[in-house]
């Protein structure tokens, strides 16, 4: 794997030469022209003669011939895919001749006739052209359609009409030269976990829009088009593909990540994060989301929880770029955003949530676990980011805040009874969130608390998934996520593993609803395609950034590969294979190339792994008593042990290079 990985780094300067040799890019769902054509018919209605020559096998054809009213096809792309349609007319027979393209994600909403939806109300209709005459049409980019996998193309009108070279301009990710040109690749023994990780790219590559094709909010059924102004730059990352299409800072927690072991392509975070910055308020406040229909300088929203994960974005952008400049740019308002959250500690020792504004569950309010469990690990970061930029005026406030944060939730809010935080004082709820938050945030007093709330919350699972009871009856791949990061913090990586398998790819993936490529926002606990905080279930988005956590959490958890300072100067690698055979990744920060690869091997985990030279980290392997571990690295030098601390084996001080570990009894 060495030699494929030299070409990674050349990547960089030549994505388009070099893309067929990053390692696993046959799994890449991102296509390789931006011009689409259908792969399959799905269904035929009424009388459409050569309709073949609307798919890829159809280049041969003359065209295929609409005749008379309600003459349809139905296309299907395979996946899902984001775009503008054009197309040519051959020949028309007819004065008042037209044709209407509509658009759906799930195969549950298939009809000639109408679209899914964007509203919470009703169906989008088709995109009208009307026919005059022989020759190209094309829809605006801004009546781009941003997910769909099947269009039906509509003739309503009386005459006849040849129609040929039927194509999608996909518009995803517009500032990408070459949309498979991924700088990570993933790979484990597990085939399921590789299309959750690919998959779980692709869907950022949808959510990856123009920044001048926002906002899918408060349009007419009969008139949509995206042509709300988000950001500057060229490119933004929104929540969802099809809608919202709009910057929510929750969704980026887990969507920026997954970008960047994945496509590595940033600038569409930071031009995320500078639009939620420049609508800071005067007394800190960061805002609940970004984009229109709401005039954010007259109606301000704002939401606890959301407002640190802006902050943790920002911390996960310099984590990333190592960009020193820029943390130090925005520092004053990470201050202001941080001291605000601090002022709202009253003397509980935890902070009260004045907002309920949140991922649309619901009992955001008061003294709840999820909020504190977030501001608890918020703070640790800024921690971090104080001694990066070199002021530590609030270190001492922020550390003393975090303990007191911590004591007081695990004396207030914990319930023995249950092995679960409930979600405040008074509730009978057991959040899906706020445990998750609460274990791998370091909030629980004891690793068997960790290990007992991750027992917990695998009681809950059914066929379809991890539950979310805080938002009704509902599977949120967005609160699961985070459920996959507390089962690895827990020490139960075959869980997370377990989990991963059947509910992202079993479900998410494979269930003929599905785009069986992209991952949808949320669904109920009963397996339906209804997600509880919206009333019209056409309008559920099949492409969220939210749901996307495997794709970083198999590389940071399972493959083991932890930046712990800007860029990965520190570094931890830490693998927990969970019952898989073999697990490999590997992705570059601007330091330079991180890989790892490992074997289950009957003594222990063989593998090898690359870190930058002039970087400094940590090996933390899972020991096999009575064997023997050497490590071979850069300068010749080898570790020979172990040295047993408990389950682990931790080797200090890594200088950056290339490694082996081999395990013998
Ligand atoms: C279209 O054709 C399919 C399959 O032939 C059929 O099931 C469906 O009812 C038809 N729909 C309309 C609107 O005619
Ligand atoms: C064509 O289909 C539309 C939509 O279902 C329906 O309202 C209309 O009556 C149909 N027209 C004919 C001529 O069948
Ligand atoms: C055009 O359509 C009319 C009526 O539908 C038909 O009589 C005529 O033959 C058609 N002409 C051609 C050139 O196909
Ligand atoms: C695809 O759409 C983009 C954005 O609207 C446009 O710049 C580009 O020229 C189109 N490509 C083709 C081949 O039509
Ligand atoms: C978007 O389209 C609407 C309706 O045509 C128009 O009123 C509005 O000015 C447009 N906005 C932008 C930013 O172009
Ligand atoms: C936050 O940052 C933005 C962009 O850098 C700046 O324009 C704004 O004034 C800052 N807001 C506050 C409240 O400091
Ligand atoms: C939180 O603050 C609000 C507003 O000041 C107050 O009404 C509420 O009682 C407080 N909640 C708790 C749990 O102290
Ligand atoms: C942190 O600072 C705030 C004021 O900025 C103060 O109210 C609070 O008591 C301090 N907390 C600690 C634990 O020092
Ligand atoms: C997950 O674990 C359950 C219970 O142990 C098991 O029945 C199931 O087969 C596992 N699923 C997968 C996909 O491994
Ligand atoms: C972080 O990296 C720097 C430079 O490589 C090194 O001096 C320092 O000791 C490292 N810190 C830790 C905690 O490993
Ligand atoms: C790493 O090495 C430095 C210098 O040799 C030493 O001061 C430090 O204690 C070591 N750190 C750890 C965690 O072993
Ligand atoms: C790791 O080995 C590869 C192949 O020999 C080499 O190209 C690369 O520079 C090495 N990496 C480091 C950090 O030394």
Redesign the pocket.
């Given at each position: 794997m060495l030699a494929n990985k030299g070409a990674l780094s050349l990547s960089l300067f030549s994505s388009f030469v070099f893309s067929t040799q990053i390692p696993y890019s046959e799994y890449i769902l991102a296509p390789s022209s931006r011009l689409l054509t259908a792969g399959e018919i799905y269904m035929i209605n009424g009388t459409v003669q050569n309709a073949a020559c609307l798919t890829s096998d159809g280049s041969a054809c003359g065209g295929a011939v609409f005749v008379g009213v309600n003459s349809s096809v139905t296309l299907d792309f395979g996946k899902n895919i984001a775009g503008t349609v054009q197309f040519n007319v051959d020949s028309v027979n007819g004065s008042n001749e037209f044709l209407g393209f509509s658009f759906t994600e799930s195969s549950e909403w298939i009809s000639p006739y109408e679209c899914d939806a964007t509203q919470n109300s009703g169906r989008d209709a088709p995109l009208w052209f009307p026919i005059g005459s022989s020759g190209s049409y094309g829809a605006d980019k801004y009546h781009q359609r941003g997910g769909f996998r099947y269009m039906s193309v509509w003739h309503n009108s009386s005459g006849t009409l040849s129609l040929s070279d039927l194509k999608v301009n996909w518009t995803a990710s517009p500032s990408a030269e070459d949309p498979k040109s991924y700088l990570g690749y993933f790979h484990s023994s597990s085939e399921k976990l590789n299309r959750v990780w690919y998959a779980g790219a692709y869907t950022n590559q949808l959510c990856t829009i123009s920044t001048d094709t926002g906002s899918a909010l408060s349009l007419s059924l009969d008139d949509w088009y995206y042509n709300a102004t988000l950001t500057n730059g060229a490119e933004t990352l929104v929540d969802g593909a099809k809608r919202d299409r709009l910057i929510w800072p929750g969704d980026v927690v887990i969507s920026q990540p997954s970008l960047f072991v994945s496509t590595n392509s940033l600038d569409s975070t930071k031009t995320a994060i500078d639009a939620l910055l420049a609508n800071q308020q005067s007394n800190g406040q960061l805002p609940y989301y970004v984009g229109p229909p709401i005039d954010l300088g007259s109606s301000f929203t704002w939401s606890f929880t959301y407002h640190l994960h802006s902050l943790n974005d920002i911390h996960d952008y310099y984590i990333y770029t190592g960009d020193i400049d820029y943390l130090k740019s925005v520092w004053s308002n990470y201050t202001l955003g941080m001291n605000y959250i601090v002022g709202t500690v009253d003397n509980s020792g935890l902070a009260n949530v004045t907002s309920s504004n949140d991922w649309l569950r619901s009992g955001m309010g008061g003294h709840n676990i999820e909020a504190n469990a977030i501001f608890y690990y918020n703070l640790g970061l800024g921690v971090r980011l104080a001694l990066a930029v070199g002021d530590t005026t609030y270190v001492q406030n922020w550390t003393t805040t975090a303990s007191t944060i911590q004591s007081a939730a695990n004396s207030l809010l914990w319930d023995s009874s249950q092995n679960l935080f409930k979600d405040n004082e008074e509730s009978t709820l057991y959040p899906q969130d706020g445990n998750s938050w609460a274990v791998f945030s370091g909030l629980v007093s004891s690793a068997s608390q960790a290990s007992s709330i991750s027992d917990s919350l695998m009681a809950r699972w059914n066929e379809y998934g991890a539950p979310a009871p805080e938002a009704g009856a509902t599977v949120s791949p967005f609160s699961s996520s985070f459920e996959l990061k507390a089962h690895y913090a827990a020490g139960h990586a075959d869980r997370a593993v377990n989990l991963t398998e059947f509910m992202w790819h079993d479900f998410m993936l494979e269930d003929p609803r599905m785009t069986n490529s992209s991952f949808i926002e949320g669904y109920s606990t009963n397996g339906s395609l209804h997600y509880e905080p919206y009333s019209n279930d056409p309008r559920v988005s099949h492409a969220h950034g939210w749901s996307t956590g495997p794709t970083s959490i198999l590389t940071f958890n399972g493959a083991g590969i932890q930046l712990t300072?800007g860029g990965g100067?520190?570094w931890t690698i830490v693998p927990s294979l969970g019952g898989l055979s073999s697990i490999e990744a590997g992705f570059e920060s601007p330091l330079g190339i991180f890989s790892a690869s490992w074997t289950q091997n009957s003594g222990g985990l063989d593998g090898d792994f690359e870190t930058p030279q002039?970087?400094?980290?940590?090996l933390v392997l899972p020991a096999s008593q009575g064997n023997t571990v050497t490590i071979s690295g850069p300068g010749g030098n080898t570790v020979q042990g172990p040295s047993f601390n408990g389950s682990t084996v931790t080797v200090?001080?890594l200088t950056g290079g290339n490694y082996t570990v081999r395990w013998s009894s």
């Open positions: 300072s100067q520190n002039g970087s400094t980290g940590t200090n001080n």
